[in-house]
């Protein structure tokens, strides 16, 4: 873990503490339905950590996943987490309001193509 702070126009970095990977026993999402950057990291205690952002939280999750599936191949458990999102391999997303929005992207690309079509006088 990592402190950050600045002091003028220097950014200032120290290291707070340090875990192994291959100590990690499970990484607790909270919350899966919802857009929070919260999440515990379990080892021989539990620690309540809190991300930048949501997406910086999975992205966070889903480096610590590849890291022990490249070196460890140990089996530590990633709960409360999206899979759609956590897996690279996944393009589309299975939620509700991720349809709609991929439903409105097809929408304006589609009045785009028409505008560029049409010819003007």
Do not use: Q
């Not at 709609?100 to 193509?113: E, G, H, I, K, T």
């Amino acid at each position: 873990m990592v402190k950050h702070w600045r002091v003028d126009r220097e950014e200032k970095y120290e290291i707070v503490e340090k875990w192994f990977l291959k100590d990690l026993e499970m990484i607790d999402g909270k919350e899966a339905d919802t857009d929070n950057p919260y999440f515990d990291l379990h080892f021989h205690k539990v620690y309540n950590m809190e991300a930048y952002s949501c997406a910086s939280k999975y992205t966070f999750a889903r480096t610590l996943n590849k890291l022990n599936a490249m070196y460890l191949k140990k089996d530590f458990k990633v709960v409360n987490f999206d899979d759609t999102y956590l897996n690279d391999d996944s393009i589309w997303s299975s939620s509700n309001r991720d349809f709609l929005v991929v439903m409105r992207v097809c929408f304006y690309a589609s009045n785009l193509l028409c505008l560029s079509l049409c010819r003007l006088s």
